[in-house]
Each structure stands twice: as structure tokens, then as C-alpha cells.
């Protein structure tokens, strides 16, 4: 009897297993000519100083758009595309086209700040970071002053060695650093000290269940303080209640962005946020 069960649920498993692994395939391919048919985009989510709820830039998040199953988001197929090496043409795409906006902001007259686009560890290894960035910042025009480049926490320690040469030359560039997902990447504190980065960015876990997680509470208290201390700016993602819009102002976390200011957005709906700048005095 037991048997039997055992036998019916390996069977069950498998099956879904095959199920995975076909939706994969299937993606795999579909992503080669992603690039090619254009169905690739991106959104824009706002980001806050808490200080003086300012709108200082954006975050750039990389859409799917395919032509019969949607919008497709990002969890689905990054890996797919990190596993068969598509990340880099398509992360250089999405580079390219966070600095041409950013640029076009500019020039409109817009106060724009930052464009924060998030880099896998794949990008880095199998490519010249360094190079793609100092091309695609000399084809747009952008000062490098307003590229933020976003780097997850877990990749950077996996060889963080390695790792802070090659942010050190990003930086040196003009390019800002930031932390993604910090919190969840065990960072070891005596590398995060070295660490040649401007920004950590909470994880949206820590923020999520604030106020009724004392816990939380408790470990985004302790982040910002660190942050603080290393003279790291801190921003909040996954901010979704004015509630805890409040308790990350009263605690002095510099920057924020998620849904309850504003979901990720498309370029159109992004420049409605926008100001122009205020005109010099000549
Ligand atoms: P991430 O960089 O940590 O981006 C934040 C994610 O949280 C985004 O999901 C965003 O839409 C979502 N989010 C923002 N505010 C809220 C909120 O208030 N509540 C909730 N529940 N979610 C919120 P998204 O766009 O699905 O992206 C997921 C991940 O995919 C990103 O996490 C990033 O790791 C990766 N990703 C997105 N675009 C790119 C890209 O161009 N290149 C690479 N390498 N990775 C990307
Ligand atoms: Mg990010
Ligand atoms: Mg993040
Ligand atoms: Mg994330």
C-alpha cells in the first residue's frame, strides 16, 4: 500500500518536473528571439528621498512583452537567461536604453536625478562591465553621475574579492554603486566595509511585514544604523503603507520607493512624475 502511494507521488512529481523543464525549454527559445522581434521593455519605479518626499530617479525593471503569453516579469526569465548567457546582450540593451532615457530627460529640462539599473553576476563575469559601460555612457551622452548600478548582495559576497576590483573600477568611472536585496546575502561585515559601494538597498522582506513584525523592525533599525555608520546612503524597497513610510522617515532611512508611492511605470507615465527644473538665474 505504502508502496503504491510512494510509486503514484514519484510519478506525480515527475511529471510536474517534466512540466518545468518544458516551460524552460520553451522559454529558452522564445528568449533568443526576444531580443530580435523587440519584446523586450522596460518600467521605471520612482524612487523618494523621505526627507522631503522629492522624486530623485527611477529604477529601471525589465519586462517580457511576448506576443501570445503577455507580459512575462522578470523572475520568469532571468535565470533562463543568466543559465544560457542571454543576460549579457540583453542587459547591455537594457543599459542602453535606461541611458538614452535619462538623457532625453535631461536634455528636456527635467530635474532628473538617477537611473538605477540592476546588473546580474553573470554580466560581470562573462563580459567587460567596465567597457560596456564607458560605451554605452559615451553613445548616450549621460554623465556617469546619474548611472546607479544595482548588485545584489548574495553575488557580491559569493566572490567578494574578486568582485570589489571590478566595482572599483565601475566607480571610478562616476558611476554609482548599490547593494540589492541587502540582508539576505550574509554579508560578511568585514567586507562590507571595503565594499566600494554609495547605497544598500533593504530588502523588500525586512519591510514587508512592518509594523507587525517587531522583528523587522528591529533589523531595519539595525541596517540603517550600519549603513549610517559605513556613510552609505540607505533606501527602502517594497514600501507598500504610509505606515511604514513613517516609521523609515522617523528613523532616518534616506530613500524609498515601492507601491505606495508608485508601481514601476512606463516612460510616458514615469515623465508625469517629473518636474522640470527650476530655471537658472543668469
Ligand atoms: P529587484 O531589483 O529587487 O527589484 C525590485 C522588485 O520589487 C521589482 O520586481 C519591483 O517591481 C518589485 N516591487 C517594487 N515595489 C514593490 C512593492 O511595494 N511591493 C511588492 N510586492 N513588490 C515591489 P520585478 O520588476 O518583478 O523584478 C524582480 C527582480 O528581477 C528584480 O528585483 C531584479 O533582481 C530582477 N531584474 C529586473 N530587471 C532586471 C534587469 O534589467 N536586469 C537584471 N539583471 N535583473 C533584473
Ligand atoms: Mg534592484
Ligand atoms: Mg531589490
Ligand atoms: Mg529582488
Same mark, same amino acid.
Given at each position: ?23 524552460? $525549454?520553451? $522559454? ?15 518600467? =521605471?519605479?520612482?524612487? =523618494? ?16 512583452? &511576448? #506576443? ?27 543599459? +542602453? ?8 530627460? $535631461? ?10 539599473? /540592476? ?7 562573462? #563580459? ?13 551622452? $549621460? ?19 574578486? /568582485? @570589489? ?14 547593494? *540589492? ?16 559601494? *554609495? ?5 523588500? #522582506?525586512?519591510?514587508?511585514? @512592518?509594523? +507587525?513584525?517587531? /522583528? ?7 541596517? @540603517?544604523?550600519?549603513?549610517? /555608520?559605513? &556613510? ?28 505606495? =508611492? ?21
Amino acid at each position: 500500500q505504502a508502496k503504491e502511494q510512494g510509486r503514484g507521488m514519484f510519478q506525480f512529481y515527475d511529471v510536474r518536473l517534466t512540466e518545468r523543464a518544458k516551460e524552460r $525549454l520553451f $522559454l529558452e527559445s522564445e528568449l533568443r528571439e526576444a531580443l530580435v522581434r523587440e519584446e523586450l521593455l522596460v518600467h =521605471y519605479q520612482p524612487q =523618494y528621498s523621505l526627507a522631503d518626499d522629492r522624486l530623485i530617479g527611477a529604477e529601471v525593471l525589465l519586462r517580457w512583452h &511576448h #506576443s501570445e503569453h503577455g507580459i512575462i516579469p522578470p523572475d520568469k526569465f532571468i535565470s533562463i537567461a543568466e543559465d544560457t548567457g542571454l543576460i549579457v546582450p540583453i542587459g547591455e540593451w537594457v543599459l +542602453q536604453t535606461a541611458c538614452r532615457q535619462a538623457k532625453t530627460w $535631461l536634455a528636456a529640462g527635467y530635474d532628473f536625478q538617477r537611473m538605477a539599473v /540592476n546588473l546580474s553576476g553573470v554580466q560581470i563575469e562573462r #563580459s567587460d562591465m567596465l567597457a560596456t559601460v564607458r560605451q554605452v555612457l559615451k553613445d548616450t551622452g $549621460l554623465p556617469a553621475n546619474y548611472l546607479e548600478l544595482e548588485i545584489t548582495e548574495t553575488y557580491i559576497m559569493q566572490q567578494a574579492q574578486q /568582485n @570589489i576590483r571590478i566595482m572599483e573600477d565601475l566607480r571610478a568611472l562616476g558611476v554609482a554603486l548599490a547593494v *540589492d536585496d541587502f540582508g539576505t546575502g550574509q554579508s560578511s561585515l568585514g567586507y562590507l566595509k571595503r565594499l566600494p559601494v *554609495d547605497k544598500l538597498k533593504i530588502d523588500r #522582506s525586512f519591510i514587508m511585514d @512592518i509594523p +507587525q513584525d517587531s /522583528n523587522d523592525m528591529a533589523i531595519t533599525r539595525a541596517i @540603517i544604523a550600519l549603513g549610517h /555608520n559605513l &556613510h552609505l546612503t540607505v533606501l527602502a524597497e517594497g514600501v507598500e503603507t504610509a505606515e511604514q513610510s513613517a516609521f523609515l522617515k522617523e528613523l532616518g532611512c534616506d530613500e524609498a520607493q515601492g507601491y505606495y =508611492y508608485s508601481r514601476p511605470l512606463e516612460a510616458a507615465s514615469y515623465e508625469r512624475f517629473l518636474k522640470k527644473r527650476p530655471a537658472s538665474v543668469a
